[in-house]
């Protein structure tokens, strides 16, 4: 995790769970409604900075100058507070991804099952996030990377790791430049919503392809593989 999400709900509907108001934030008013979110392209963050919350289209992707290796989607949450490639961000740079819910594929040998997980009453996720502030760019130099976690219980049949996924006051906390990176690790480890709030179900293999844009591809389908 994490590798495909959905970002459907209106920005309303988003700014409304966390407690804001359009007027609250400065955004563009390009559409949402992306049922297929993929690395590699501009994806709609909030993030606080000077004085204001932002809601805007950065690269899922991040890699500094000085990283040889392709560049990286996810940041463990165990360790990114601590190590070279992600302190600074830790400090400096923590985001929100909203959500309406994550994708993740179940394997057999080689057969392989997506799955939409999900918040059980359809309300909005708000995963973690870190990237290069003041989030102004398109490359991945500028970009953002998704804090996972451990999974537990029954979700770790599908994933063994999941987004750090926020409740909605501990979302504003994250983003509040005055929160220390200590506070910001207690948010990570303690302010998450419980594994009891996501429910998840098998989905059609076409969300394999980020060409496919439909409102079907996060609805149940009633012949899974696995």
């Known amino acids: 995790m994490c590798g495909r999400f959905a970002q459907v709900e209106s920005r309303q509907d988003f700014f409304g769970t966390l407690g804001l108001t359009p007027s609250d934030v400065l955004f563009e008013p390009s559409p949402v409604g992306r ?5 590699g392209t501009p994806v709609l963050i909030l993030s606080h900075q000077n004085g204001n919350y932002h809601f805007d289209p950065v690269h899922w992707g991040y890699k500094p100058a000085w990283w040889d290796k392709p560049a990286l989607i996810n940041a463990r949450g165990e360790t990114a507070a601590t190590g070279r490639m992600f302190k600074p961000l830790w400090q400096t740079g923590r985001a929100i ?23 059980r009453r359809g309300t909005p996720l708000f995963f973690a996030a870190l990237g290069h502030a003041p989030f102004d760019g398109e490359d991945a130099a500028q970009g953002f990377v998704i804090v996972t976690a451990a999974s537990d219980k029954g979700l770790v049949d599908i994933h063994d790791r999941m987004p750090v996924v926020l409740r909605p006051e501990a979302a504003l906390s994250w983003l509040n430049p005055d929160t220390t990176p200590d506070k910001a690790s207690a948010l990570a480890k303690k302010q998450t919503l419980p594994l009891d709030d996501f429910v998840w179900h098998p989905v059609s293999k076409k969300v394999g392809s980020v060409r496919n844009h439909a409102a079907g591809l996060i609805q149940k389908i009633d012949d899974p593989l696995l």
Not at 35 to 39: D, G, H, L, Q
Not at 97 to 119: C, L, M, N, S
């Open 97 to 119: 991804v909203p959500a309406t819910g994550w994708f993740e594929w179940k394997r057999d040998g080689d057969i392989k099952q997506p799955y939409f997980i999900h918040h």
């Open 35 to 39: 049922y297929i979110v993929a690395p």
